[in-house]
């Protein structure tokens, strides 16, 4: 008997590699003694998992959760964060335009901020359409359509030269770029299980909120040097840096489409270097090896598309995602925190330059404190939560799963989660209260910018927390889970923004931002809820959706008993 590498027992060339060799008693003697040196080993592992149970869990049959190697992964991840990182910018770049917009069109403050409501309503209705498209025809197709319609918006933009028209392109730019922030969640969750979501979740929340850290820069320098219109074409070079790689090498994902990654996918989710490839190859493959070959490329795709039908994409799915009582109260607290975010980044064009009279440029550099701050917290999160899953895993004894994916039924993620949630929540809604009085003092600009990266720190840092945790709670469709998120954070960010003007002029920053603060320590109540009952709902949801799904597999089956019965009944006939 012989010791492998990591210490366990390999008996497989003692009894199994050329026989069994020797006499009976000796046969009978080192059973007896592999038996007992197994028990004395599963003992030392039971001891061992209790400091390492990731390590040392038990091995798990099955198929792997994903067959995308980790430089894969890295390369999907960077270029879906690049798409997710486009999003936000088209939103931020805008900022410093405000003003110079407003002028050259001669409508009010109100009227232009009118064009950040209607974004930011567009933002939260497009991905209902992206995301269910993206779960049941696949993330290529949901990325290239979206990447299409934004081209065509910002040409437009660049073009226009009144304010109609600038007010409804901006809604079809929205349209474009706000499924990418929901694709790029989808993306995650087919490559990565949930004990380490986290760090990929954590690159692409950082790729997110680089946008308000860099986008009002660069929108102030070329607002201030070559005028706004050159943001709209800037916008355009940055999307097109996107889509040809995009288009040519990033492999499809999407679970019903791929599977783990294994199952070959279909023509128009190919990408074009594949595409080329497999020209080539049936070229100088004989014909019974390429029959072969397709014909396993075949039975597989059929096999994942009796899942799924392709179908116009069903923004209700989306509805009923939002009703779920677990989904709710996280989504609900998720669009408050948004909201107090989206506020202060709407407030700082007028405020800066009736209180420090900034032009373009100061207003734009003004920015990059808080988009910082964003960044260092998404990244630093995804590292935090991994940390927390694997605590939490070993608390409850329950073994992680890296290669086959965690089985959360029996795991209490929205612990796993939340725990780590209130120190943002304190600290961030802290920092976004004394804002507002910083502002209302006509403090020093120093104190301000301080403020506004520790904003960008610790509410974004929950922010990030509350969507992965709705990731987690959907991972059969999370760009559809995504999309919910967004279209409730986005109605309600849509309306404040819309009274951020007004409430500011009607009560001072101070009490403005005092009452917001307020209004997001008040709801604190929906986390305790998620906390205590969360576990419940979502083990109904699930035994509901385990429930239809086995109805569902019933009739398909009786409707494929029925149509084998009539073509007997045909052949008989005939």
Request: glycine letters at 8%.
């Amino acid at each position: 008997m012989t010791m492998a590498q990591d210490g366990r027992v390999d008996d497989t060339r003692k009894v199994t590699a050329g026989g069994v060799h020797g006499t009976p008693n000796q046969m009978n003697s080192d059973s007896a003694n592999l038996q007992s040196s197994e028990n004395t080993l599963m003992v030392e592992d039971q001891q061992d998992g209790a400091d390492d149970l990731e390590e040392l869990g038990a091995v798990t049959t099955g198929p792997v959760y994903s067959t995308f190697s980790f430089k894969q992964k890295a390369y999907i991840v960077s270029i879906v964060t690049f798409a997710a990182f486009i999003s936000p910018t088209s939103a931020n770049i805008y900022f410093p335009a405000l003003n110079p917009i407003q002028d050259e069109l001669h409508v009010s403050p109100t009227l232009i901020n009118l064009t950040l409501t209607s974004y930011m309503i567009f933002q939260g209705l497009a991905p209902t359409v992206f995301g269910d498209l993206a779960d049941m025809a696949g993330r290529r197709p949901a990325y290239i359509l979206a990447f299409i319609i934004y081209l065509g918006a910002n040409i437009g933009l660049a073009l226009q030269d009144s304010y109609v028209a600038l007010f409804v392109l901006r809604c079809l730019q929205s349209s474009g770029s706000s499924g990418a922030i929901a694709l790029g969640y989808g993306v995650v969750a087919d490559i990565s299980t949930s004990s380490e979501r986290g760090k990929y979740m954590g690159i692409l929340g950082a790729g997110t909120m680089m946008g308000p850290a860099i986008g009002p820069v660069i929108g102030g320098i070329l607002t201030q040097f070559l005028g706004w219109r050159s943001l709209f074409w800037f916008l355009v070079i940055i999307a097109t840096l996107f889509l040809i790689p995009y288009v040519l090498t990033v492999p499809e994902t999407g679970r019903n489409v791929v599977g783990n990654g294994s199952v070959p996918p279909q023509g128009w989710n190919l990408t074009l270097l594949k595409w080329w490839h497999l020209r080539k190859e049936e070229k100088f493959e004989n014909e019974l090896s390429r029959s072969a070959t397709a014909e396993s490329r075949r039975v597989a795709q059929a096999e994942l598309a009796k899942g799924r039908s392709l179908r116009w994409p069903n923004p209700l799915k989306t509805i009923y995602i939002v009703i779920e009582k677990d989904m709710a109260v996280v989504l609900v607290y998720n669009a408050l925190l948004y909201t107090a975010f989206y506020d202060m980044v709407a407030s700082v064009p007028q405020l800066f330059l009736n209180i420090y009279g900034f032009n373009d440029l100061q207003i734009g550099l003004c920015y990059l404190p808080f988009g910082v701050g964003c960044a260092i917290a998404s990244y630093v999160n995804g590292r935090i939560l991994d940390f927390n899953y694997k605590r939490v895993a070993r608390q409850v004894n329950f073994t992680i799963d890296r290669k086959h994916g965690d089985d959360l039924r029996k795991f209490p993620i929205e612990r796993a989660r939340l725990e780590i949630i209130w120190p943002f929540i304190g600290l961030g809604l802290s920092c976004v209260l004394c804002y507002g009085w910083v502002l209302e003092k006509k403090g020093h600009l120093a104190f301000t910018l301080i403020l506004t990266f520790l904003i960008g720190l610790f509410v974004n840092g929950a922010f990030n927390i509350l969507s992965t945790l709705v990731v987690d709670l959907y991972p059969q469709s999370p760009s559809t889970a995504t999309a919910a998120n967004n279209l409730v954070r986005c109605f309600m960010g849509a309306g404040g923004t819309a009274t951020i003007e007004i409430m500011v002029h009607a009560m001072g920053p101070g009490w403005c931002f005092t009452l917001i603060a307020l209004i997001c320590v008040a709801a604190i109540p929906l986390l305790l809820v998620e906390l205590k009952w969360g576990p419940t709902w979502r083990e109904e949801r699930r035994a509901r959706t385990d429930k239809r799904d086995e109805d569902k597999r019933k009739k398909q089956a009786a409707q494929e008993r029925v149509g084998e019965h009539s073509g007997v009944v045909a052949e008989n006939k005939r």
